[in-house]
């Protein structure tokens, strides 16, 4: 079997994501783009059952799905999902020390994201996720070309 794609342009794909989620957040740095990227998928992540992470992260390109598990405790307790703003106000507090995470990362992360991930695969796993997956996922285009997958 050949090496997944994913994983023999794991860099190129990464350096594509990173761009297009700082240019939508309107960042200027790569640490900055990646500490706002982390911590909404960690906003994210705390929603879910340990199964429903591997499901979600099992789309991702391989660099984003290992920054959503990194770290991560199978064994802490899952949360609700909320409004946008108290997903947004929770990420801004991940390391807000070192934290620029614009009010926008969500929607950015997710437009980014969605360029850069199998649509009907995102789609069939936010699906069976808790009541609110797909919302947290949502991204308002006025042409949906603007979020076809990108082949890098």
Same mark, same amino acid.
């Given at each position: 079997?050949?090496?997944?794609?994913?994983?023999?342009?794991?860099?190129?794909?990464?350096?594509?994501?990173?761009?297009?989620?700082?240019?939508?957040?309107?960042?200027?740095?790569?640490?900055?783009?990646y500490t706002a990227v982390d911590a909404v998928f960690q906003?994210?992540?705390?929603?879910?059952?340990?199964?429903?992470?591997? =499901?979600?992260?099992?789309?991702?390109?391989?660099?984003?799905?290992?920054?959503?598990?990194?770290?991560?405790?199978?064994?802490?307790?899952?949360?609700?999902?909320?409004?946008?703003?108290?997903?947004?106000?929770?990420?801004?507090?991940?390391?807000?020390?070192?934290?620029?995470?614009?009010?926008?990362?969500?929607?950015a992360t997710a437009w980014a994201l969605r360029r850069h991930?199998?649509?009907?695969?995102?789609?069939?796993?936010?699906?069976?996720?808790?009541?609110? =997956?797909?919302?947290?996922?949502?991204?308002?285009?006025?042409?949906?070309?603007?979020?076809?997958?990108?082949?890098?």
């Open positions: 079997m050949p090496m997944p794609w994913t994983y023999h342009h794991a860099t190129k794909e990464f350096r594509s994501f990173l761009s297009d989620a700082k240019e939508r957040m309107s960042l200027v740095s790569d640490n900055s783009t906003v994210f992540r705390r929603r879910l059952t340990p199964k429903q992470v591997i =499901a979600f992260a099992d789309i991702l390109p391989s660099v984003l799905r290992a920054i959503f598990v990194y770290r991560w405790d199978p064994e802490a307790r899952q949360v609700s999902f909320a409004s946008v703003e108290e997903h947004t106000r929770e990420a801004q507090a991940i390391r807000k020390d070192h934290n620029l995470t614009p009010d926008n990362a969500i929607e991930v199998n649509q009907r695969d995102l789609d069939r796993v936010l699906a069976q996720l808790p009541q609110g =997956a797909i919302r947290f996922w949502e991204v308002d285009v006025s042409d949906p070309r603007e979020l076809e997958q990108r082949i890098v």
